[in-house]
């Protein structure tokens, strides 16, 4: 499967941005899709992940009640709908898939990745 993230971009403390992460080559609902952050310097984030069905998610606690996750298998696509961005949100995003039976926040597991898209929050 490939990935495609998108969405990204530059917004004030407060504003919103809602990440996509489109596959092609194999049906989404064959996986478990993550979201990922990195920040140069440090190592890479769980942020939120989505089980195959929709029905089971898991955030990092410092984006528990402002990102959601959420996924549209007939369009092959996942969102990451970010409210409330707080500058200690920049970071690039990526987007990846784990053929696991159940959620997981372990980027080990995540075997196929997509290109990072860039999310720029100023103060």
């Known amino acids: 499967v490939q990935l495609q993230a998108s969405g990204g971009g530059a917004v004030q403390a407060g504003g919103t941005l809602r990440l996509s992460c489109e596959a092609s080559?194999?049906?989404?609902?064959?996986?478990?899709i993550g979201w990922f952050r990195r920040v140069p310097g440090k190592e890479r984030e769980f942020v939120a992940v989505i089980n195959r069905s929709g029905y089971s998610t898991s955030y990092v606690d410092s984006v528990k009640g402002r990102f959601t996750i959420s996924r549209d298998n007939a369009a092959n696509t996942v969102y990451l709908q970010m409210n409330s961005l707080k500058p200690e949100d920049t970071a690039a995003y990526y987007c990846a898939a784990s053929t696991s039976l159940y959620i997981d926040s372990d980027p080990n597991r995540f075997y196929y990745w997509g290109q990072g898209t860039l999310v720029t929050v100023s103060s």
């Open positions: 080559g194999r049906a989404l609902s064959s996986y478990v």
